[in-house]
């Protein structure tokens, strides 16, 4: 069992940055690749990036790619997301992801529903 908790969300102009953590609790952080997935009203949950086991290999969507920045750091059990030059279109609820599928170095864990654990979700918004 692996419980994770997001923090970081909150307001923030265009343009601007915020930074996401996702600690987490439970046994082998390391065994799980980990992803930020976010959610707008109306909206179903949209992949934002993911990690692999590793911590070297990453994926993002097209829509944050050059812009967020995913990490972890394996000793802290913690995922963090680094957002820059935020726009409008951003703004949601964030959620961080664990999971064990694992298909090989070049598959990339992008669908929700590959996902056993999921945080709480912290809120993004930003004005513009």
């Known amino acids: 069992q692996v419980q994770l908790v997001e923090s970081g969300g909150g307001l923030v102009q265009a343009g601007g940055s915020l930074r996401l953590s996702c600690a987490t609790s439970g046994r082998a952080f390391s065994s799980y690749a980990m992803a930020w997935f976010r959610q707008a009203p109306g909206k179903e949950r949209e992949f934002v990036a993911v990690?692999?086991?590793?911590?070297?290999?990453?994926r993002y969507a097209d829509s944050v790619k050059g812009r967020f920045t995913i990490s972890r750091d394996n000793a802290k059990n913690t995922v963090y997301l680094q957002m820059n030059v935020l726009k409008p279109e951003d703004t949601a609820v964030y959620y961080c992801?664990?999971?064990?599928?694992?298909?090989?170095?070049?598959?990339?864990?992008?669908?929700?529903?590959?996902?056993?654990?999921w945080g709480q979700g912290t809120q993004v918004t930003v004005s513009s």
């Open positions: 990690i692999k086991r590793s911590g070297i290999i990453t």
């Open positions: 992801g664990a999971t064990l599928v694992d298909r090989g170095s070049y598959y990339f864990q992008t669908d929700a529903k590959e996902y056993n654990y």
